[in-house]
């Protein structure tokens, strides 16, 4: 039926008079309508129940461990590439004939490595690797019988980059393994090796089903085991000329857990200003190692 008008109506050019205009392809590419976001290069993949490992003191003291097996090494240039090999000319010819050649890799993939919301400090290298398979207790104990020797007992510290960096006090002070739980405990992973700077190739990182049992087995074999306390009735000062000496140190927060203080020969404190809460635990390793190693004056 007609219109009123007389006009015929025509449904298509009517609703199409209705419509805002479709935008244009220079003004697309203007406003950036429908360009697809970059993808951000993914990290390399580590070998199966493995982990990488990045930035250069980490690398370079993962090549040089005979106990760690190596998967892939990884470098974004041509300079870090020399690094690497003249890294690897430092090794022994056994080691350097058992580990993988050198891949070029793109360094945006390195950048990746510490996941999507943070950006790896990798130097430019990086492995591919495996965990190292620690001795049992008693093996490791068998082997220091009647000798000088420094343990770290970790009692539910579980952040990776607190025990990297316990790590890092440890090696500096000689500290021959730290002792923790299957439970409630970081495993071997690149924050934590990246943390630790190299320790974690030069100290043994052991594992236990129990802590308090642990105590106990050091105890036997006449190593002295201390444990951090601020409610210590020790100075920490105390623990020096102990040449058999095992630090336990708890969680920050809770702190040591009941069984683990009720086997400790004694509990030591570090005296700080009433005004302070508490120490970082990796803070609180490190003093206790330094009042470790000085003899106590005559």
Request: aromatic share 4%; glycine share 6%.
């Amino acid at each position: 039926m007609p219109s009123k008008t007389g006009k015929k109506h025509i449904r298509g050019k009517n609703r199409s008079q209705n419509r805002r205009p479709a935008p244009s392809r220079e003004d697309a590419n203007k406003h950036g309508a429908h360009q697809p976001a970059a993808q951000k290069p993914a990290a390399p993949k580590p070998p199966q129940n493995g982990y990488l490992i990045w930035g250069r003191h980490a690398v370079f003291a993962a090549l040089a461990n005979n106990d760690r097996r190596v998967a892939q090494i990884y470098a974004a240039s041509n300079d870090f590439e020399a690094e690497l090999q003249s890294h690897l000319l430092t090794l022994p010819p056994e080691r350097r004939n058992n580990l993988p050649p050198i891949q070029r890799i793109d360094r945006q993939r390195l950048d990746a490595l510490a996941g999507p919301h943070d950006k790896a400090v990798h130097q430019g290298v990086a492995v591919a690797v495996w965990p190292v398979d620690p001795p049992h207790l008693d093996d490791l104990l068998a082997l220091h019988q009647n000798l000088p020797l420094r343990l770290l007992l970790l009692d539910q510290v579980s952040d990776p980059r607190n025990i990297g960096a316990i790590m890092r006090s440890a090696r500096a002070f000689g500290v021959t393994a730290l002792i923790t739980t299957f439970r409630h405990a970081a495993e071997e992973n690149g924050a934590l090796a990246r943390a630790a700077s190299g320790a974690l190739d030069h100290l043994l990182y052991l594992r236990v089903t129990n802590l308090a049992r642990a105590i106990e087995r050091l105890q036997q074999d006449h190593i002295t085991v201390a444990g951090l306390a601020s409610d210590g009735d020790m100075v920490v000062a105390s623990l020096g000329g102990i040449n058999r000496l095992a630090i336990v140190l708890g969680a920050e927060g809770s702190g040591l857990r009941r069984l683990s203080r009720d086997h400790c020969d004694h509990l030591v404190r570090i005296d700080i200003d009433p005004q302070s809460d508490s120490l970082n635990v990796s803070n609180a390793a490190a003093i206790a190692l330094y009042a470790a190693s000085i003899s106590p004056k005559r």
